[in-house]
């Protein structure tokens, strides 16, 4: 059945949406609002705002790239085009991979469509800890209610795929909690290609949802134009700063362009909004822009299964377990959800972390290869205190991050959790994805062995797809960057709405808490606009 390419009809219809990379001369733009990134906060800000009437420009760093390109089905294509330095980011030594969006919808084009409620467990916590108000589990309640109506988005009604049915019995098994997890997904074709850019348009990511929507209602999108600053006067913001990139979506052409507006919007997610508010030299006084920058870090266990698992197809990820997240409370030792990844052949080849006879004996395998992660909760003790955004001399973002011995400590239990419910679904062997790691063939074996595996960056795996903080909201202007509604705190004009004002990271995969805080803000936001 043909997929009708949304974006072809609607710039046929009149959607004003322009590639910066066919500039040939500079030029100026006007906006009431200029959102910077069009991801899970950008894309729903542009909707709202853009339905209130005002003049809404949307600007991306990265290219618009439509269902029409993603039929490839195409790992190299979609790491090229989609992701941030075309999958290869990471923290400033190496040590952490980083998964990031970077094309039109940002990471929501690319994420594997779970949405979960912020926990109320963690939105109390920002309460009691770190002086925000206003977004309590009764606060974000029916915002999280208007999100999930939007974008469709429910507990996923097919039968796991086999991959997450490993999850899933050994949880069973062990009588561990399990939940089959929600999608923003309508009429999902099943087809677990959602980190490569869905085919057939069925995940309601930005690209697909809020973006068409707000282009119906006169904003306009340009994309391949990189903002290096915001222009203000110390005390308000007056407009942007910006430069075309080619068409390879990297390299600056020359052609600079100028945006002219009276409100800013920073959304280009945790890293590139830190960044670029430093890049802006935006008025600090307690130096928190780039501090306290929470990632979930990851780690993965590979196991081996009797039956096919065939990783790659299906939704990607439709069981999860919280049984380790909040035993011990927020401040307890660190807490961790357990999920799976799909496997592609690239990526995979990656994890594996082998070579020669090792890496192709694996790749034969891995139609029968199951993974399990854990997102590790950070942020929630003074031994967690995430990373630091900064930027190097060229004003590009640079995230520092260290592994302190709470965070290992996190690594070795969530290794110990993964490898006891692999077995407990049945695993031949499995394997920790560790250079010291071995196949383990028995539960016994994986204890004891995990046990005295040396946890040290480059050593462990460790990866993430979850960027959070680095400008954090509190109403108290020595802790936070803006307060509980986005708003700067020092620079009027300036809101920030994207994962970078989580005051910690959230312990569950996070577009769903930026859609509907986003939604909450901008609302706000749009009346003190229109009043």
């Given at each position: ?43 729903i800000a542009a909707e709202i705002l853009s339905h209130a009437g005002l003049n809404v420009l ?148 930005m690209l697909v949802s809020t973006i068409p929507n707000a282009l119906a209602h006169g904003a ?161 003790v003074a031994d967690s205190p995430g990373g630091r955004v900064r930027i190097a001399k060229d ?137």
């Amino acid at each position: 059945m043909p997929i009708d390419d949304i974006y072809s009809a609607g710039i046929a219809s009149g959607w004003k949406v322009l590639d910066a990379a066919t500039f040939a001369a500079s030029r100026t733009l006007d906006a009431d609002v200029a959102i910077v990134g069009s991801g899970a906060g950008g894309g729903i800000a542009a909707e709202i705002l853009s339905h209130a009437g005002l003049n809404v420009l949307l600007l991306e760093e990265g290219g618009l790239h439509t269902s029409d390109s993603f039929r490839d089905m195409d790992e190299a294509r979609a790491y090229r085009e989609l992701y941030q330095e075309a999958a290869a980011r990471a923290t400033s030594d190496g040590a952490i991979s980083i998964l990031q969006g970077r094309s039109v919808g940002g990471s929501t084009t690319v994420n594997w469509s779970s949405s979960f409620r912020t926990p109320p467990q963690t939105l109390a916590h920002w309460a009691a800890e770190h002086a925000v108000t206003g977004h309590s589990q009764a606060d974000m309640a029916p915002w999280f209610a208007q999100i999930e109506a939007r974008l469709g988005m429910a507990p996923w009604a097919m039968d796991a795929n086999p991959n997450n049915a490993v999850l899933r019995r050994g949880c069973q098994a062990l009588g561990w909690e399990w939940h089959v997890i929600p999608r923003n997904v309508k009429g999902c074709w099943n087809s677990g290609y959602c980190g490569l850019g869905c085919p057939v348009n069925a995940k309601q990511s930005m690209l697909v949802s809020t973006i068409p929507n707000a282009l119906a209602h006169g904003a306009t999108l340009v994309h391949r134009l990189r903002v290096r600053s915001i222009d203000h006067d110390g005390n308000r913001v007056h407009g942007l700063t910006a430069e075309a990139l080619g068409h390879d979506g990297y390299t600056a052409t020359g052609i600079g362009v100028t945006v002219r507006a009276r409100y800013v919007i920073a959304a280009g997610g945790a890293i590139n909004t830190p960044a670029l508010l430093l890049r802006s030299r935006v008025p600090d006084p307690h130096e928190r822009i780039g501090q306290r920058t929470f990632i979930h870090p990851v780690n993965l266990i590979i196991a081996e299964m009797q039956e096919q698992i065939d990783p790659y197809y299906g939704a990607p990820q439709s069981v999860a377990s919280d049984h380790f997240q909040w035993r011990d409370g927020a401040t307890g030792p660190m807490g961790y959800k357990l999920e799976v990844p799909p496997m592609f052949p690239g990526i995979s080849a990656g994890v594996f972390n082998s070579l020669g006879e090792d890496l192709r004996r694996q790749m034969a395998a891995l139609p029968n290869t199951n993974a399990m992660l854990a997102l590790l909760r950070d942020g929630f003790v003074a031994d967690s205190p995430g990373g630091r955004v900064r930027i190097a001399k060229d004003g590009s973002p640079i995230l520092d991050y260290e592994v302190s011995d709470y965070v290992w400590d996190g690594v070795r239990r969530a290794y110990l959790s993964m490898a006891e419910a692999q077995f407990a679904a049945g695993a031949r062997r499995v394997r920790p994805a560790h250079l010291d790691g071995t196949n383990y063939t028995s539960w016994a074996q994986a204890r004891d062995g995990i046990g005295s595996l040396p946890l040290k960056k480059f050593r462990a795996l460790l990866f993430t797809a979850h960027l959070m903080g680095g400008c954090a909201m509190s109403d108290d202007p020595k802790r936070g960057v803006v307060d509980s509604t986005g708003r700067h705190h020092h620079l009027a004009g300036l809101s920030v709405l994207d994962g970078s004002v989580f005051p910690t990271s959230i312990g569950a995969n996070p577009q769903l808490s930026v859609f509907a805080l986003t939604a909450q803000n901008a609302s706000a936001l749009q009346k003190t606009i229109m009043a």
